[in-house]
């Protein structure tokens, strides 16, 4: 049956640009989808470079497994890289890729009625499975490889979204303002808690201004770190003074029983760095 997998193999590989045609022929008119008739020259040539490796990888499964295993992971990383940069949903990308196996086995079947008195029912069979299993391996391998590439890109975001929502910003040489806007929640009040202590320290701030009053919303156990963060930052000799405090958020802290007596509050930031207005003038970082 190898030298009857060769044929097969010898006879796909000499029709793969038949293959990538027909697969090219069947694009729609998506608005906004890489794989829309419309998109330019420069993207269909992408297109058929990708569906050649495509149906070369498939191919090595009539040859080697190990050969095919190490064209499936090199496949996967160019496509699904190629795919996460274009944004392309992954339900469009397994739509092409059964539109390929389609077009694929309708020329192992073409071969098959080529060369009808030498394969048997049962070496279809055999090429069935061979050839269903590596395009059910593609299609598993790829959406393992996108979700790889998406939650890292994803999880690159998030950070530089928390890294921008906390900034620590220097007023003097040793004063900093930390402004918080949005609502805080659970996960973002854990990141305050595990990255200002650090921010202040590289910054050489004694005192910290923290700004609550773009806040529109604190919960329970986000007052419950920022209590817990105003204690870390007095522990490193960092003294913490809250401004923009809402009633509200002094009423949870009051029913959670949570001190900050030792932290001085003003209504509005400009209200506290209008009473440090002679320290901040002498201390003012130079231009």
């Known amino acids: ?18 293959i990538t045609d027909e697969w090219i022929a069947q694009r729609n008119e998506e608005l906004g989808s890489i794989y829309s008739k419309n998109m330019s020259d420069e993207i269909e040539a992408l297109l058929r470079s990708q569906n050649k490796m495509t149906n070369e990888t498939v191919a090595s499964a009539l040859l080697d497994e ?16 190629s795919r996460a ?14 539109k390929v196996r389609s077009i694929y086995w309708r020329f192992v079947g073409e071969y098959a009625d080529l060369h009808q008195n030498l394969i048997s029912q049962k070496v279809l069979i055999y090429w069935s499975s061979i050839i269903h299993g590596a395009f059910d391996q593609l299609q598993s391998k790829f959406a393992h490889t996108y979700f790889l590439i998406m939650n890292k890109r994803r999880s690159a975001q998030q950070a530089l979204i928390e890294e921008l929502s906390s900034p620590v910003i220097p007023v003097t040489a040793t004063k900093g303002i930390l402004p918080l806007i949005g609502d805080i929640d659970t996960l973002r009040a854990q ?67 949570l001190d900050f007596t030792g932290v001085s509050t ?12 002679f320290e901040l003038g002498k201390e003012l970082l130079p231009m």
């Open 1 to 18: 049956m190898d030298e009857q997998n060769l044929h097969l193999y010898d006879y796909l590989m000499s029709n793969l640009s038949r």
């Open 66 to 81: 190990s050969l095919f295993r190490k064209k499936k992971e090199n496949w996967a990383l160019i496509v699904a890289g």
């Open 85 to 98: 940069k274009s944004n392309t949903p992954i339900h469009e990308v397994l739509d092409s890729i059964s």
């Open 191 to 257: 990141f305050l808690l595990e990255s200002i202590p650090a921010k202040c320290s590289k910054a050489n701030i004694e005192h910290l201004y923290i700004d609550l009053s773009g806040v529109s919303i604190i919960d329970t156990m986000v007052a419950q770190k920022l209590y817990q963060l105003t204690k870390i930052l007095s522990l490193l000799g960092i003294e913490c003074l809250i401004t923009g405090i809402r009633p509200e958020i002094v009423q949870t802290s009051v029913q959670l029983r």
């Open 266 to 277: 003003f209504s509005s930031l400009q209200q506290a760095l209008s009473k440090h207005a």
